[in-house]
């Protein structure tokens, strides 16, 4: 086995500290930040889970569930709007207004259009977002009907995300998904024709199948479709994936998909291929065109916005202070029906600690100004991460310029390895998840 190989595991840092340093001892601070005023002139978002899916993917790590009846769906929605509920009412939260709002998954677009009214409706009986600069729905092509994606734009969406992640009906099948190719071009059709300002496309790079061939039509196939954006991820396997107990049950330490290297290549191509159409690289997994195509949600989390997460499992950072609800999909909903909040666990960082989660997603977007930090935190990046950043500079992964740090292309490819460089010592050998 190489180092190379794709084993078991996280790769993807989408937060800092690892998700397995967040503990139930420390839901009592995430309840009392609550009731504490929020800091002046931070950002407020909002992450709803929507985690019903027609199949789980083979590849899918996150909380989903494909046998909830419509009974279940209208009780989970309720519970979701209950919980907002309460959250608008806590000092942290009164008199804000979120600036972008997210609908992520499992399968937003598994709802049907009567189920999204109900839940955009009662959202924002609470928490209004008027004001907000975009609203992102993830979909998945197959639950895509004309009369749903016109209802999403009326409902104020702005940036639909569709989860294309492959183009070849071989590779999606044996990938379970639930989609099929020949309902991507009629849902991307969809879209086109509702009017939305921003669409954007979901790939893999090096799903269960992939070959050199393949990856080329697939990033051909969506340079002629030009969505305004476009997500590009490198295939992992984390433990709670399907993948993983199949390799589990055989005795496999290596996933039968590519290598790192070879994915690595994949997107390195998409890359360019992108760049020669137009689009600029806006980080480590994205493209956009224009300078007018932004990702706000994604720009607001990694530079300290407040992010309150309603749903089950559903992952908050409030003031200093990140938590998690409840995991499954019973107690969750017990809690907020009883009345409680349903964070399950939680951890207060400090203000170094915020610094490193700040920097390491931002190093994300290929380049970091020190003089943010510096009118932050008031430290130089430049000193505190300065043997880091010789190392990764000596290996030809980022140079320093003024005040700078910009990661070349090599090191943007496989930045996430990169980032635990950063992390402190008690961290750095922490499980992630």
């Known amino acids: 086995m190489s180092h190379d190989d794709t084993t078991a ?22 309840r009392h930040r609550l009731d504490e005023p929020a800091a002046d002139a931070t950002e407020l978002g909002l992450y709803v889970h929507i985690p019903f899916c027609r199949k789980r993917c083979d590849f899918c790590y996150f909380r989903v569930y494909t046998d909830k009846d419509s009974r279940a769906i209208r009780r989970y929605v309720d519970a979701v709007i209950a919980e907002l509920a309460q959250y608008a009412d806590r000092e942290v939260v009164r008199g804000r207004r979120p600036t972008f709002v997210y609908f ?52 104020g969406v702005t940036r639909l995300s569709i989860g294309v992640e492959n183009f070849d009906p071989h590779i999606l099948e044996i990938n379970n998904r639930a989609h099929r190719a020949k309902e991507i071009d009629r849902a991307y059709g969809f879209a086109r024709d509702a009017g939305f300002p921003q669409v954007n496309i979901d790939l893999i790079a090096g799903m269960v199948g992939e070959t050199d061939e393949n990856w080329r039509v697939c990033i051909e196939r969506t340079i002629e479709l030009a969505p305004e954006s476009v997500t590009i991820y490198q295939m992992e396997i984390p433990y709670n994936t399907t993948v993983y107990r199949r390799m589990k049950d055989g005795g496999e330490n290596v996933a039968p998909v590519a290598d790192w290297p070879t994915k690595r290549r994949w997107v390195a191509e998409a890359f360019e291929a992108f760049e020669r159409a137009g689009y600029h690289v806006g980080s480590a997994y994205t493209v956009a065109k224009g300078d007018q195509t932004k990702f706000r949600y994604r720009d607001g989390l990694w530079h300290g916005a407040d992010l309150l997460g309603i749903g089950v499992a559903s992952f908050s950072h409030v003031g200093g202070v990140h938590f998690q609800n409840e995991h499954d999909f019973q107690p969750y909903i017990d809690r907020v029906e009883s009345g409680e909040l349903p964070i399950h666990r939680a951890l207060r960082i ?57 990661l070349s292309r090599d090191g943007l490819l496989q930045v996430d390895r990169l980032l635990h460089a950063f992390f402190r010592d008690e961290h750095r050998v922490a499980r992630y998840a």
């Open 350 to 406: 400090d203000d170094d600690e915020r610094l490193i989660r700040e920097f390491v997603l931002q190093l994300k977007l290929g380049s970091i100004d020190a003089r943010y930090f510096q009118d932050k935190f008031g430290v130089d990046i430049r000193e505190r991460f300065g043997a880091q950043l010789e190392q990764h500079a000596a290996d030809g992964f980022l140079r320093i310029d003024g005040d700078h740090v910009r």
């Open 9 to 30: 595991g996280n790769y993807f840092v989408a937060n800092y500290p690892p998700f397995s340093c967040w503990n139930r001892e420390d839901a009592v601070h995430a």
């Open 104 to 155: 992520g998954g499992g399968t937003p677009s598994y709802l049907s259009v009567d189920q999204l009214k109900h839940l955009f409706d009662g959202l924002q009986r609470s928490l209004p977002w008027d004001d907000a600069r975009e609203i992102t729905f993830e979909c998945e092509p197959g639950t895509l009907q004309e009369p749903k994606v016109h209802a999403l734009r009326e409902m």
